[in-house]
């Protein structure tokens, strides 16, 4: 193996000891946890290399190196999740490679997807993205919409052509109620999850958890957790 290799393997292998203790700690089968790997700032080869290893869910969050980095994986049996905060001038180029989009968290972005998939002929599955440090209608710092705001959205996204409901997405907030409570923060996402498949069944997906906190993100219940650093290794910094 080629030292970059070796290198993502320990990695990797260390991140799913992780998991599968998180999820025996927790009373959970391994299996109801989904890893996705955040590729940003790292080429294409590393996601070459990744999915050699067995990696089968990657995530992007800036469109102008997504897209290309995709192209340039065509081949891999990978699915695609588009995490970053999302201008709807943006949106054709994502839905021609995202298979699901995290950060659904307005009105003209459900519209924007829906018709830019009708467009492609694809489905393209949809997390709405919840603020957890917004008030009951406002947005978050990072994008999101506020708890209030989840169930119209919701039932936007389930009448949008081309767009399936799959669930909700948070990052764990900086400010606010739940700063430096991880834990409580996807509890409380848990909770909002509950509530939307009481109208919407098929909505299970939970995405919440990074390198730092997927083990509070696996005891509250989420379904799939975005690690990027803890298996690429630390981001060069953009300049």
Known sequence: MTDRKTELAANLANVEQRITAACAAAGREREEVTLIVVTKTYPASDVRILSELGVRHVAENRDQDAAPKAAACADLPLKWHFVGQLQTNKVRSVVGYADFVQSVDRDRLVTALSKEAGRAGREVG????????????????????????IEELAGLVAGAPGLRLDGLMTVAPLTGEYAGREQAAFERLMDLSTDLRRAHPAATMVSAGMSADLEQAVAAGATHVRVGTAVLGVRPRLG
Do not use: H
């Open 126 to 149: 949809c997390f709405i993205q919840v603020a957890l440090d917004a008030g009951e209608s406002a947005r978050g710092e990072r994008g999101g919409v506020a708890p209030g705001g």
